[in-house]
Nanobody, 124 residues
Framework: QVQLVESGGGWVQAGNSLRLSCEVSGLTFSTYAIGWFRQAPGKEREFVGRMSRSGSITTYADSVKGRFTISRDNAKNMVFLQMNSLKPEDTAVYYC?????????????????WGQGTQVTVSS
């Protein structure tokens, strides 16, 4: 059974940082592309960033580029999202995702596996 379990969400003031973690089990982690999406209240789930299977390719949404960094630890089956210079508009539930493709699709319907989400709230 494939499981993705996020942690590390919480409440922070604007300008501060948070690091989200995602523990993945039930699949051969090194052969999956990974990424993060988020969903704010009343909005569609949107792409945040992704990393290829090999870790050599990363891409980010324009809204987070330069502030957020994705990383992976294949030895521990872990995915991370370092979020710096947080803004109130970053407030959302953040979801970890995994996909069999070489690089994760940015289309929600095409992603193979999802975590349950972790809430991030940024106050001004």
């Amino acid at each position: 059974q494939v499981q993705l379990v996020e942690s590390g969400g919480g409440w922070v003031q604007a300008g501060n940082s948070l690091r989200l973690s995602c523990e993945v089990s039930g699949l051969t982690f090194s052969t999956y592309a990974i990424g993060w999406f988020r969903q704010a209240p009343g909005k569609e789930r949107e792409f945040v960033g992704r990393m290829s299977r090999s870790g050599s390719i990363t891409t980010y949404a324009d809204s987070v580029k330069g502030r957020f960094t994705i990383s992976r630890d294949n030895a521990k089956n872990m995915v991370f999202l370092q979020m710096n210079s947080l803004k109130p508009e970053d407030t959302a539930v953040y979801y970890c995702a995994a996909d069999r493709r070489m690089i994760l699709s940015m289309v929600v319907a095409e992603v193979d596996y999802w975590g349950q989400g972790t809430q991030v709230t940024v106050s001004s």
